[in-house]
């Protein structure tokens, strides 16, 4: 764990500098860690990949204080023990090409058949390394080598909200229309961006995914 300065008010941890499920769980912990200790004076914890940035208020700390602080605390802290129903979220999903519309092209690309891209896709439980990019996004992972796919070279300019897919080693759902490059496979109801709801989405950075194949019948009428 490395801890620097990168403004007044403001510093970065960093645990690594790979993508992983192990420098993930650091970082989840981290974050949980700051979380904790309740302060006032820590504010804007966002945490990603490989890193959380925050913000402190110069008026508490000055740097090397708050650093010796979050140091001891993050090295000590005992998280949670596992996973429990709180920390997955399951998005039901349906497979059919109609939807997916790039189930093809991973087939083609990784010799595999659309089959067993449901199946390796259902069968992880995927970490939230980081949001982004849209209200609501989060970025999965690792989704299994055998269907990491690299991006669209031309992006579309429009993939209808509740789109799945894969970019290299990740997964994620389009919380609402956007232009996007990644390969679809699927489409879901799950809401991941609503404004009534108090923390605005249900995904999180410390949260797990889960997905769930499902007919295309039980998509349209959702029963």
């Known amino acids: 764990?490395?801890?620097?300065?990168?403004?007044?008010?403001?510093?970065?941890?960093s645990f690594g500098d790979i993508i992983s499920a192990d420098i993930s769980t650091k970082v989840r912990c981290g974050f949980e860690a700051i979380k904790n200790l309740q302060d006032i004076a820590i504010y804007e914890?966002?945490?990603?990949?490989?890193?959380?940035?925050?913000?402190?208020?110069?008026?508490?700390?000055?740097?090397?204080?708050?650093?010796?602080?979050?140091?001891?605390?993050i090295t000590h802290y005992t998280p949670a023990i596992g996973d429990t129903d709180d920390d997955i979220v399951y998005i039901d999903v349906c497979y059919d090409k109609q939807f997916g519309l790039d189930l093809d092209r991973i087939s083609q690309i990784n010799d595999i058949s659309i089959d067993d891209i449901v199946a390796f896709h259902t069968a992880t439980t995927y970490d939230v390394y980081a949001m982004g990019f849209l209200p609501g996004f989060g970025f999965l992972g690792l989704v299994d080598d055998s269907i990491a796919t690299p991006r669209?070279?031309?992006?579309?300019?429009?993939?209808?909200?509740?789109?799945?897919?894969?970019?290299?080693?990740?997964?994620?759902?389009y919380?609402?229309?956007?232009?996007?490059?990644?390969?679809?496979?699927?489409?879901?109801?799950?809401?991941?961006?609503?404004?009534?709801?108090?923390?605005?989405?249900?995904?999180?950075?410390g949260k797990k995914v889960k997905f769930r194949s499902i007919s295309r019948q039980k998509l349209e009428t959702g029963c």
């Open 152 to 173: 669209l070279q031309t992006p579309r300019k429009k993939v209808p909200k509740g789109s799945v897919g894969i970019a290299d080693n990740q997964t994620a759902v």
């Open 1 to 13: 764990m490395d801890i620097k300065q990168t403004s007044t008010n403001s510093l970065l941890i």
């Open 45 to 73: 914890i966002v945490p990603s990949y490989t890193t959380i940035s925050l913000s402190f208020d110069i008026f508490v700390y000055d740097f090397e204080t708050i650093r010796d602080k979050l140091s001891q605390h």
């Open 175 to 205: 919380p609402q229309d956007s232009a996007g490059g990644w390969n679809i496979i699927g489409q879901t109801r799950k809401n991941l961006f609503n404004k009534s709801l108090p923390e605005l989405s249900p995904l999180a950075v």
